[in-house]
């Protein structure tokens, strides 16, 4: 293998250097887990990397941060570090720097296992898409009660839980749950969910963070995201809608969030950087940036029946998003709530004015109204045993892609009866 061939190689892919998301993957016939870079076909073990002296200027500490199973330890040095390192690394893939005691650093894609590539701590789901927003309020409750009153004037989230969330690829277990009783006087059932979704996000990972007490500004609240990922936070729509009042979501959301493998540095990100929607009435000072704070990313969902074909289910664009990444940060810490490196915010499902881009399937099909032709005959208005739902994702100009990858789960069958 030459290194400067695989550059080439690389430049016309959604991996090129202008990309250089961050893994953790595991070699071929080894247990251990590391940190690599994808380029192209290809990934870099930046465990070697690092042992070699590329990253002196970084200041990582003296312990290895690329030796580890998670990002964690790098997501915690900090901005600075971030772009010492990716300095580095683009100064040894442009040939200024000598490639370290051969290739051995070099894996080709296919032969490496993924895994998940952070220590997730703590994870928040927003709410931020105003077009989601409306449309779930309009079918929950009606034209008169799109927005509740609040929205407009915060960015509305909700706690997930950290230890359900899982790399694509995984299955997805059916889960049991307590749904809406048939009798309005009768007891509620419980049951394999019957109204299985997805929701269409991204999501994104935090260091250094802050301490207890303290808050993060919005002008510094970019210094803390380290990278962006797809996300899908499944939901059982039947459970949901009989256990989120008066608190919000809990077992219709716990029970599985899957995100992609590949976290693209928000670095590689700004040249896609625009403008999001007006926000009217003007959001409180706190709130307020004069950066644009959006990102054009192209967001896709496809599902996959069971011995059928993909079909594209939506197509919508990240720079929907009403509450941008840096609002939902400062309004997540006015309070003082500290956020911890690895810690994972999710957008909420982003959907956009069109009915081809709502991201979910209970806006797609208007609440179970409207079923989906999937083309070969099928019709889907909940996600069946068997389908696979895919996620991809992309930022492109004058021809040139920064890609996610993509992110994968099949639905697996509930499992017995917890209650025999």
Not at 305 to 334: D, E, V
Not at 360 to 387: A, K, S
Request: aromatic fraction near 10%; hydrophobic fraction near 35%.
């Amino acid at each position: 293998m030459d290194l400067l061939k695989i550059v080439r190689d690389a430049e016309s892919s959604e991996f090129s250097p202008r990309n250089l998301p961050y893994c953790v993957f595991s070699p071929p016939q080894e247990p251990s887990a590391r940190v690599g870079v994808r380029l192209g076909n290809f990934l870099l073990d930046m465990g070697v990397l690092e042992s070699a002296g590329l990253f002196k200027q970084a200041a990582l500490g003296p312990k290895s941060v690329f030796n580890q199973p998670s990002l964690n330890a790098f997501i915690a040095c900090g901005k600075t570090a971030w772009h010492e390192v990716r300095r580095a690394l683009l100064a040894l893939l442009s040939g200024a720097r000598r490639p370290p005691g051969g290739l051995s650093f070099i894996y080709p894609r296919q032969s490496v296992l993924l895994r998940l590539p952070v220590e997730i701590g703590d994870y928040t789901d927003f709410y931020a898409s105003k077009h989601h927003a409306s449309n779930v309020g309009e079918v929950l409750r009606g034209k008169d009660q799109r927005l509740l009153n609040n929205w407009l004037r915060l960015p509305v989230a909700y706690h997930g839980r950290a230890s359900s969330i899982v790399v694509s690829g995984a299955g997805i277990r059916r889960p049991w749950g307590q749904t809406r009783p048939r009798d309005p006087n009768g007891p509620p059932e419980f049951s394999p969910s019957a109204r299985l979704d997805f929701e269409l996000e991204v999501g994104y990972l935090i260091g250094p963070g802050n301490s207890l007490g303290d808050s993060i500004s919005i002008k510094a609240a970019e210094d803390h995201i380290f990278g962006l990922v797809l996300l899908n936070d499944w939901s059982a729509r039947d459970i949901q809608s009989w256990e989120y009042q008066p608190l919000g979501p809990f077992l219709g959301k716990n029970f599985a969030t899957t995100i992609s493998p590949w976290v693209v540095p928000l670095e590689a990100l700004q040249p896609y950087r625009v403008a999001g929607p007006k926000q009217d009435p003007a959001p409180l000072p706190y709130l307020q940036s004069e950066q644009d704070g959006a990102f054009d990313i192209q967001l896709e969902a496809w599902l996959t029946p069971p011995n059928g074909q993909p079909h594209r289910l939506c197509y919508t664009n990240f720079s929907y998003l009403y509450w941008s990444m840096a609002q939902q940060i400062a309004h997540h810490t006015s309070n003082g709530c500290n956020l911890r490196p690895g810690d994972l915010l999710a957008s909420g499902t982003v959907s956009g004015p069109e009915k081809s881009e709502r991201g979910c399937l209970l806006e797609l099909t208007w609440g179970g109204d409207e079923p989906i032709d999937l083309g070969d005959g099928n019709q889907r208005v909940w996600l069946q045993d068997g389908d696979e739902l895919t996620i991809t994702g992309w930022c492109e100009r004058e021809g040139a892609r920064i890609g996610f990858g993509s992110n994968s789960g099949r639905i697996i069958p509930a499992h017995p009866s917890p209650q025999h």
